[in-house]
């Protein structure tokens, strides 16, 4: 097998995952603001928000527009999940207690490496094949990579809010590419997603890796 020209990673899921679960950190961090509610019940409410939402991508605005709309996009899903919770109308200050926990998932602090994440970087690395993050993630993508100190593996970051287009679309496998100037034979995508890493990959020409990490 002929080296890559380029690598290309998923973010979450992928590299790194949430410590716990959503639920408990969204139910910890409630707690502060004096609402009680359990784990198990935000994990449930969160994926249902979450997947009804749709892709995290705002095509047709600015880049300069982009932190607002991620911002609105996540507020809306937090708002929905403590609604079907029952206890939205509980929080004395719902926009405070939103923008702490906005702030906490731009950190280290609720994500957690995967143990095989620095070997496997370090290994392409030592071959010198240039890595990219490729994710349908948000603008706090820079300060979390930087915060879990894996920020300098990187030479591009391409992301759905910026791009206007989330996976498995494949216009944002193309503009990934770009970066590189790279044909979509040379290079590789890893992700824990079968339909949006995996077959989305392919359907560009790009060598689509599948890491399926719930058999690990």
């Not at 996009?73 to 926009?95: H, N, P, R, Y």
Request: aromatic share 14%; net charge negative; proline share 5%.
């Amino acid at each position: 097998m002929s080296q890559p020209q380029v690598i290309f990673f998923d973010a979450v899921g992928t590299l790194f995952g949430v410590k716990g679960s959503v639920g408990s950190i969204y139910a910890e961090i409630a707690d502060r603001h004096g609402v009680e509610v359990a784990p198990q019940t935000l994990d449930s409410t969160f994926y249902a928000a979450f997947k009804k939402a749709g892709a995290p991508a705002f095509p047709g605005y600015p880049i300069t527009a982009v932190a607002a709309q991620e911002f609105a996009w996540w507020k809306g899903i937090v708002q929905s999940t403590f609604d079907q919770a029952g206890v939205l109308i509980q929080f004395e200050d719902f926009d405070a207690f939103f923008a702490e926990l906005y702030s906490h998932f731009a950190t280290a602090a609720p994500w957690e490496l995967y143990q095989d994440t620095i070997v496997t970087l370090k290994r392409f690395h030592d071959l010198k094949i240039p890595l990219g993050i490729l994710s349908n993630f948000d603008s706090r993508i820079y300060s979390v990579l930087k915060s879990l100190q894996l920020i300098d593996y990187f030479q591009s970051i391409t992301i759905s809010t910026e791009i206007g287009a989330a996976k498995p679309d494949t216009h944002i496998f193309r503009m990934a590419l770009l970066k590189h100037n790279c044909p979509p034979q040379q290079a590789w995508h890893i992700g824990d997603s079968l339909e949006e890493d995996y077959r989305a990959a392919r359907a560009v020409g790009i060598r689509g890796i599948w890491l399926n990490r719930s058999k690990q």
